[in-house]
């Protein structure tokens, strides 16, 4: 937004555990957009669904007239060791970002096909590197988004379009809340306290 972009800000809202939703925090980062003179608009879908991914696409085109950039950068955590993990627990990470990623695309694409030109950038994880721990949902849903990333690029690239993967490593009200650090290894929360 700093530099002149118009944004569209999706958040779902829902608290760390996984319940409800609420407009909040999307609405949030666009007062802040708005105050510091920049332009944004707030979506509240769901990136989990095929309908929220078009809806999110479509109210970037309906609030400024197009879409040149897609950010991929919806998540969730369902954090437990493969063992005690849930076929649920398994299929809502899997949903939320693997899918997510797949939802927002399809619709993005059909129209950076049209204008010759766009910009995807997707959000993958060092989870996916073996880098931590009880994670094999997220960790599987975030190296599926690099192969996607690959796909991406090689099917899209030939309209202009360009689609790269990043690997983040961020402190987040979800990845730091109370019941999160529970989860962590000792040592983890040692660097942590140490690099503060």
């Known amino acids: 937004a700093s530099e002149g972009a118009k944004i569209v800000v999706n958040d779902l809202g829902g608290g760390t555990d996984g319940s409800g939703a609420g407009t909040s925090p999307a609405d949030q980062v666009v007062a802040e957009i708005k105050k510091m003179g920049g332009e944004a608009a707030a979506n509240y879908d769901s990136v989990s669904t095929t309908q929220g991914g078009e809806n999110i696409v479509k109210s970037a085109v309906d609030a400024f007239g197009k879409l040149d950039i897609l950010v991929n950068n919806a998540g969730i955590l369902r954090d437990k060791m493969l063992f005690n993990m849930t076929a649920e627990e398994w299929d809502l990470v899997l949903k939320v970002h693997l899918y997510g990623h797949f939802n927002t695309i399809r619709p993005a694409s059909a129209l950076f096909r049209q204008q010759k030109s766009g910009r995807i950038i997707n959000t993958s994880s060092i989870a996916g590197l073996g880098m931590t721990f009880g994670q ?41 809340s109370e019941e999160m650090k529970k989860t962590w290894p000792k040592e983890a929360i040692a660097a942590i306290e140490n690099f503060r």
């Open 136 to 176: 094999a949902n997220y960790g599987a849903a975030k190296e599926g988004i690099v192969g996607l990333t690959r796909k991406a690029a090689q099917d899209l690239g030939r309209y202009g379009v360009t689609c790269n993967c990043i690997r983040p490593n961020a402190g987040t009200r979800l990845t730091l």
